[in-house]
C-alpha cells in the first residue's frame, strides 16, 4: 500500500527515500498509476521520480477478445473488465477506444454495453475519454501481442479496446455530433475546422440510413475536404458511448477521435471493388510502405463493407488481415465490418501525397479502407 512508502523519520529507509532518487524510482515502478498521482505531492524528489515512471510506462496497449459468453454479457464486456482492472494498475491512459460487436439489433446489447462504459469512466483516471461503437463484424489482434496475428470475426462475439496514453507531441480529442449539435463553429472548437496541426481523423457515423443521414454526413465531410488530414472510418450500427444525450432515441449522428500534432503520422490505402483475390489485396496493402511510418507506437486500421469478407473472396477466411500482418508483422490490426466505408489513398507527411478528397470520393461501398496510425 501507499502507507508502507513512509517509514519512521528518523530511519535509514526514510533518509533513503527522501534524497536518493535510483532507489524511490525503482520503488514507485511497482505502484499503481492511481497512487503514483497521489505520492508525486509528497516532495520534489518524488514528483520528478512520479513523472519519468509514468513517462516510461505510457505506451499502446489493448484488451480483445472472441467466442461465446458464459453470461447474459456480451463474451467482450465480460472480459474488458477483468483485464482493463489489471493495466490500469500499470498505465496511466489518455483515451479509450472501445470497439464491441454486437449480437443482435436487441436493445439490450446497447444497455449492457452503457453499463460497461460506465464502469470504465469509474476504472480510468480521470481526463480518460470513451469512444464506444458496435457493428457488424470486428477485426482484432489477440491482447498484449503485437506481432499476433489479427483476425476477422464476421459472425459470433468478439470485441477489443485500444487504450491511448497521454503522449508529449500528440492531441487526441473526441467528438461527438447530432443533427442538433453540429456546425462549423461546434467542428472548429473540437479541432476540425482551421487547425493546421490536424493529422489523422477517426470517425464513424451511426444510423446514416435514417432520412436525412447522407445529408449529416456531408455536413462532417466537406469542412474537411481542403484539410490535410487523414480521414478514415465507418457506417457502424450503433454508439454507446459517450452518452446521446443531444438528441433523441434513434437519431443518427458521428463519433470519432482528431489526431493532432508534430508526431503523429498517418497513410491510409483503399482496396476497390476491383481487389478480389489474396495477391491483389497485398499488393494494396503494401503501398502503405511508401509512407515509412516506424513500427514503434503505431497501430493498423482495417474498415472494411460487410459485403467483403469471406464471401467476397470465394469462401477464403482472413484474406485481408493475412495481407496486412505479411507486410506489417509487428504493427497489430484492429477494425470493423460497416454499412460503408469512408477513406481513400493518402498519406500523411510533410511531402503530402493526396487523394481527390472532395465528400464523394471520401464515401465508398463494397471496398476496405486500409491504414496506418503513428501515435509519436
Not at 472480459?79 to 483515451?95: I, R
Not at 500523411?348 to 503513428?374: G, I, R
Request: aromatic residues 8%; neutral net charge.
Amino acid at each position: 500500500s501507499v502507507s508502507d512508502l513512509f517509514p519512521p523519520a528518523d530511519s535509514k529507509a526514510a533518509y533513503v527515500l527522501s534524497n536518493v532518487a535510483e532507489v524511490v524510482e525503482r520503488v514507485l515502478m511497482f505502484i499503481p498509476t492511481k497512487s503514483l498521482l497521489q505520492v508525486a505531492s509528497v516532495c520534489r524528489l518524488w514528483r520528478n521520480c512520479a513523472r519519468r515512471v509514468l513517462r516510461t510506462q505510457q505506451h499502446l496497449t489493448w484488451v480483445s477478445a472472441s467466442g461465446p459468453s458464459t453470461t447474459e454479457l456480451h463474451s467482450f464486456c465480460s472480459t474488458l473488465a477483468e483485464e482493463v482492472e489489471v493495466k490500469k494498475n500499470k498505465k496511466q491512459k489518455q483515451d479509450v477506444w472501445v470497439r464491441q460487436e454486437q449480437r443482435s439489433r436487441e436493445e439490450v446489447t446497447y444497455r449492457q454495453c452503457s453499463n460497461t462504459a460506465e464502469e470504465l469512466n469509474q476504472i480510468f483516471p480521470k481526463g480518460c475519454d470513451i469512444v464506444g461503437i458496435a457493428a457488424p463484424g470486428v477485426v482484432l489482434t489477440p491482447t498484449g501481442s503485437w506481432s499476433g496475428p489479427p483476425k476477422e470475426h464476421q459472425e459470433g462475439e468478439a470485441g477489443f479496446a485500444v487504450m491511448l496514453p497521454n503522449t508529449e507531441g500528440v492531441h487526441i480529442r473526441p467528438f461527438h455530433f447530432c443533427k442538433k449539435t453540429i456546425s462549423l463553429s461546434a467542428m472548429k472548437e473540437a479541432g476540425l475546422v482551421d487547425n493546421p496541426e490536424l493529422r489523422v481523423v477517426v470517425m464513424f457515423i451511426y444510423e446514416a440510413y435514417k432520412s436525412g443521414g447522407a445529408r449529416f454526413l456531408n455536413q462532417i465531410l466537406e469542412p474537411l475536404t481542403n484539410s490535410k488530414a487523414l480521414i478514415a472510418g465507418g457506417l457502424v450500427e450503433g454508439v454507446f458511448s459517450p452518452p446521446r444525450d443531444c438528441c433523441s432515441k434513434g437519431a443518427y449522428g458521428v463519433v470519432g477521435l482528431a489526431l493532432s500534432g508534430r508526431k503523429v503520422q498517418g497513410a491510409s490505402v483503399l482496396l476497390d471493388q476491383d481487389v478480389g483475390t489474396a495477391k491483389e489485396a497485398e499488393a494494396t496493402v503494401r503501398r502503405l510502405k511508401a509512407a515509412k511510418i516506424p513500427e514503434r507506437n503505431t497501430l493498423g486500421f482495417m474498415f472494411a463493407c460487410v459485403g467483403r469478407g469471406q464471401n467476397y473472396y470465394h469462401n477464403q477466411h482472413n484474406v485481408e488481415a493475412d495481407a496486412f500482418h505479411k507486410v506489417f508483422p509487428n504493427t497489430p490490426l484492429f477494425g470493423l465490418f460497416g454499412n460503408g466505408e469512408i477513406g481513400c489513398d493518402r498519406i500523411v507527411k510533410d511531402d503530402y501525397t493526396l487523394c481527390n478528397s472532395d465528400s464523394d470520393t471520401l464515401q465508398h461501398e463494397y471496398t476496405t479502407v486500409m491504414t496506418l496510425v503513428h501515435f509519436g
